[in-house]
């Protein structure tokens, strides 16, 4: 089947770079963005406005890594999706898995950001995965089912719609123990099941895969019909590798 989604793959720069750093990689990855895939970097907050003038003219587009629930006020050192949005941005990742660890964020908090993220104009991307120990004790597709229901809940059917999910398995995050495609595609083909038995109109969701993905092992993925991208960390600081993987999006 001919898909209609446009490949997306964004990187995850975390809490990574410096001025001089992404002014390097911005020009090592211009030229080389292929036609018919989008291409979006997300940059730690403060060189979203840097990296907003880097790209210009480049065909990359910018994020954001994280954003706050509410619109404004006394919340030190939150950041508010209007902001994001007066610097420059387009999108926003969202729930990623360090900051559900690390922050504590739990599914409606999430559900929450992901909501303040559409009401803004912005397009959140969702992100999802299980444990190890999920994935080991057969609960993998619970785990992640039940993290996109938290949100459906919240958002409704039809500004579900409009989420990008990334599916990234916490166990293959920086590891370098990649999903196989076959192991990604089932549950990229779960969560669409899921999203279409909900009501939303699953066919138009992008679903991105993250974790350890590199330039070694994107076309085996991206050549899977339910994986319509990849949400990249490590590989997305390198120009030559992050470049070489929207290639490979563009090929499939
Ligand atoms: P990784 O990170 O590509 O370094 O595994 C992916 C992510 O956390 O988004």
Not at 170 to 193: D, F, L, S
Not at 202 to 226: E, H, K, Q
Request: aromatic share 4%.
């Amino acid at each position: 089947m001919l898909s209609v989604r446009k490949k997306l793959v964004v990187g995850n720069w975390k809490m990574n770079g410096g001025q001089s750093q992404n002014a390097a990689l911005i020009d090592g990855v211009r030229g080389s963005v292929p036609e018919g895939v989008d291409v979006v970097v997300c940059p730690p907050y403060p060189y979203l406005a840097q990296v907003k003038t880097l790209v210009a003219g480049a065909g990359v587009g910018l994020g954001a890594q994280d954003l706050s629930p509410r619109k404004g006020g006394a919340f030190t050192g939150d950041v508010a999706a209007s902001m994001l949005l007066d610097v420059g941005c387009e999108w926003v990742l969202v729930g990623h898995s360090e900051r559900r660890t690390l922050h504590g964020e739990d599914n409606r908090l999430v559900a929450e950001k992901v909501a303040a993220a559409l009401d803004a104009g912005l397009t959140p991307i969702l992100c999802v995965g299980e444990t190890l120990d999920e994935r080991d004790g057969g609960r993998a597709e619970a785990v992640v089912s039940a993290q996109v229901a938290a949100v459906v809940d919240v958002l409704g059917l039809v500004a579900m719609a409009k989420v990008v999910v990334a599916y990234e398995p916490v166990w293959a995050i920086g590891t370098g123990r990649t999903a196989t495609p076959e192991q990604a595609e089932v549950m990229h083909a779960c969560i669409r099941e899921g999203l279409r038995v909900a009501g939303v109109a699953a066919d138009g969701v992008r679903i991105l895969y993250g974790g350890s993905v590199t330039a070694a092992n994107a076309a085996s993925l991206f050549a899977m019909p339910d994986i319509d991208g990849a949400l990249v960390g490590g590989a997305s600081l390198v120009a030559d590798g992050f470049s070489s993987i929207c290639a490979a999006a563009a090929a499939s």
